[in-house]
């Protein structure tokens, strides 16, 4: 505590000798104010960029552990830029007594990193989340999959909130928190609506568990099909015999398939993170598919897609054309859907790779604060400039900085801060 007052002391002398004569607001002084006097700590968090860009209005995965002094339903959570001057919008996926799973939107993470404060330790305070703030307007869908049962929830502002149908199992761990478990045998899948959403560019990405590949191909997000096309889809196409599953991004136009495909083919029973990306304003490469963070393939196939009036579903394609009018259902576990209106780019793919395979590599927390007793930005008085050469020490005694905060500023004509 003294060395943490003496540091500021230093800070408050250095700016002050620069400030003209005449009266000063003491509080102005300090860079690095307490955000809130109601909140009893603060912790520094800094989160590792794992690319080369600045990522604007990036939402990242923190998980928050349990600290003594915070509520246990993580209500007095909040979080700041690092100069406090913009409280983040957050949004907690779960929470239990050992840790918080949160999502904060950064405004810039920059490179190599960017540290934000996390304040707790208020009794008082009630939630202070926002999910429609964390996800950008480039967001279109957000599914956590987090609930146990009944509607699947948009976190975004668009509220395309999801209906499972044939029983899908709601209630089971993914690669983040929650999940949901289908069975293709029992043709489960779920049903997103807005068969009149149609996108330029986009993104679609989901964490992905295969209980078995080969089969059918297994739809994992698409906007459905009518007649001999499907608007686009993200699936899984079992190779003959192989035992795997390559993966595709795609429209389907004219029965042609117009898209990428992975190189590699993913086995049954591990969990990846899969992101196909479409730019409608490029003139090649515009079609990309990552796995795990990484660009697996890309194409060139500028031919466009055909709108469809059939609905966007998870784990099934929808088809206004066929019966049933559900098909290619998934086999295994889906997690962290997400539909975007941009071509995300590789460095916010791999970020967000990174953040949940590996957590504790990219996010760090710099270890509990205290606040300040007496809480320095509580100095608020306007003193004249007389009164601030006598604090400031500019006297024969030379007072400490702990004892100018302790004593003089309150009364300055105590013992020791008289010239
Ligand atoms: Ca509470
Ligand atoms: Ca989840
Ligand atoms: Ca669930």
Redesign the pocket.
């Known amino acids: 505590m003294k060395s943490t007052l003496n540091i500021l002391f230093v800070l408050f002398i250095s700016i002050t000798i620069l400030m003209p004569l005449g009266s000063l607001n003491i509080t102005s002084v300090y860079a690095d104010n307490w955000w809130n006097d109601e909140w009893a700590y603060r912790e520094q968090i800094t989160i590792a960029n794992a690319g080369t860009t600045i990522l604007i209005n990036y939402p990242a995965y923190i998980q928050v552990p349990y600290k003594t002094g915070m509520q246990t339903d993580y209500d007095d959570l909040r979080f700041t830029t690092a100069d406090g001057a913009l409280v983040l919008d957050y949004e907690i ?2 929470f239990d007594s050992t840790n918080a ?1 949160i999502w904060v939107r950064i405004p810039s993470l920059t490179v190599p990193n960017v540290s934000i404060w996390m304040y707790y330790g208020n009794d008082a305070a009630t939630s202070g989340q926002n999910p429609t703030g964390v996800w950008d307007s480039n967001h279109i869908g957000v ?4 609930e146990n049962s009944g509607t699947i929830y948009d976190s975004t502002i668009n509220n395309i909130d999801g209906t499972p149908f044939n029983g899908v199992n709601q209630n089971i761990n ?6 949901d478990s289908f069975n293709r045998n029992n043709s489960q899948y779920i049903n997103l609506g807005r068969n009149n959403l149609h996108l330029s560019s986009l993104t679609v990405s989901a ?1 992905v568990y295969m209980t078995a590949a080969g089969g059918t191909d297994k739809q994992i997000v698409s906007k459905g099909h009518r007649g001999s096309n499907t608007e686009w889809e993200l699936k899984a196409i079992p190779q003959e015999n192989s035992g795997r599953d390559i993966i595709t991004f795609r429209f389907w136009v004219n029965n042609s398939a117009r898209g990428v495909v992975s190189t590699t083919a993913l086995s049954a029973g591990q969990w990846h993170y899969l992101v196909g990306t479409y730019n409608a304003s490029a003139t090649n490469n515009n079609f990309k598919l990552y796995i795990d963070g990484v660009l697996n393939n890309s194409n060139t196939n500028l031919t466009p897609k055909t709108q469809t009036d059939a609905n966007i579903s998870i784990a099934a394609v929808h088809s206004q054309s066929m019966t049933p009018n559900h098909l290619q259902y998934w086999n295994g576990v889906l ?2 859907i997400r539909i975007s209106d941009v071509p995300r780019s590789a460095d916010w793919i791999k970020q967000s790779y990174s953040m949940v395979n590996d957590q504790s590599g990219y996010v760090a927390f710099g270890g509990s604060i205290p606040k300040p007793n007496p809480p320095l930005p509580q100095i608020k008085r306007e003193l004249p400039m007389d009164q601030i050469s006598r604090i400031l020490g500019i006297s024969n005694s030379k007072p400490t900085g702990e004892f100018i905060q302790n004593n003089c500023i309150e009364d300055p004509e105590a013992e020791g801060c008289k010239q």
């Not at 599914?143 to 987090?146: A, G, L, P, Q, R």
């Not at 993914?174 to 999940?179: K, L, P, R, S, T």
Request: without cysteine; proline residues 0%; negative net charge.
């Open positions: 996926e779960y799973h599914w956590h999959m987090s993914g690669a983040i928190d929650g999940a964490w997690d962290e």
